[in-house]
């Protein structure tokens, strides 16, 4: 286990979470925001990178567990990305469609975000969302973070418009670790 809130643990995902992880990669709902639900090819590509990045980085996107059921209900974590050319902490969320609007998403990235900062010692965290995604919108706000940027992903042969929220580390002098702002 790496975290535990009030309802919820995370931890490392293994493959034998491959069926769970489907359910949220493979449901067009959950991801419009990706403009495609996911081939089991991509979610095993997925699962991979997510593996790889714990040997790697000692962290990434975690199972999400609720804890009255010990079901994976979403996944969420901490992944570098890049912003203009730097690359950034970022805390990302996913979870089941299901599971939506009950508040899981927020005390989930909370945790991160003060993992983040407690563990890690990160100067600042990020969110990097989708412009037409209000829900993920939401949540970076409700973790304290505010829109800093905007930028233009390429993926699956288009381009999509994100907003960059990002929030400093109160421990941290602001001098040292502001966020970067980029007006455009």
Same mark, same amino acid.
């Given at each position: 286990?790496?975290?535990?809130?009030?309802?919820?643990?995370?931890?490392?995902?293994? /493959?034998?979470?491959?069926?769970?992880?489907?359910?949220?990669?493979?449901?067009?709902?959950?991801?419009?925001?990706?403009?495609?639900?996911?081939?089991?090819?991509?979610?095993?590509?997925?699962?991979?990178?997510? &593996?790889?990045?714990?040997?790697?980085?000692? *962290?990434?996107?975690?199972?999400?567990?609720?804890?009255?059921?010990?079901?994976?209900?979403?996944?969420?974590?901490?992944?570098?990305?890049?912003?203009?050319?730097?690359?950034?902490?970022?805390?990302?969320?996913?979870?089941?469609?299901?599971?939506?609007?009950?508040?899981?998403?927020?005390?989930?990235?909370?945790?991160?975000?003060?993992?983040? *900062?407690?563990?890690?010692?990160?100067?600042?965290?990020?969110? &990097?969302?989708?412009?037409?995604?209000?829900?993920?919108?939401?949540?970076?706000?409700?973790?304290?973070?505010?829109?800093?940027?905007?930028?233009?992903?390429?993926?699956?042969?288009?381009?999509?418009?994100?907003?960059?929220?990002?929030?400093?580390? /109160?421990?941290?002098?602001?001098?040292?670790? /502001?966020?970067?702002?980029? /007006?455009?």
């Amino acid at each position: 286990m790496i975290l535990s809130t009030e309802r919820l643990y995370l931890r490392e995902m293994e /493959p034998s979470d491959f069926e769970a992880l489907c359910a949220m990669l493979q449901d067009r709902e959950v991801m419009y925001a990706y403009e495609h639900a996911f081939s089991d090819e991509e979610a095993w590509e997925w699962l991979d990178r997510q &593996i790889t990045r714990y040997r790697t980085d000692g *962290f990434g996107l975690w199972a999400v567990i609720l804890k009255a059921t010990g079901q994976m209900i979403g996944q969420c974590g901490l992944t570098w990305q890049d912003f203009n050319g730097k690359q950034v902490l970022e805390v990302g969320y996913l979870f089941r469609k299901d599971c939506w609007h009950q508040g899981y998403a927020t005390e989930a990235a909370i945790a991160c975000k003060e993992y983040a *900062f407690g563990v890690l010692h990160a100067g600042e965290v990020y969110s &990097i969302i989708r412009d037409n995604n209000t829900a993920s919108r939401n949540v970076a706000g409700r973790n304290g973070m505010e829109i800093v940027g905007r930028i233009v992903k390429h993926y699956y042969h288009m381009d999509m418009p994100h907003l960059v929220y990002c929030v400093s580390n /109160p421990h941290c002098s602001p001098q040292s670790s /502001p966020c970067s702002t980029d /007006p455009r």
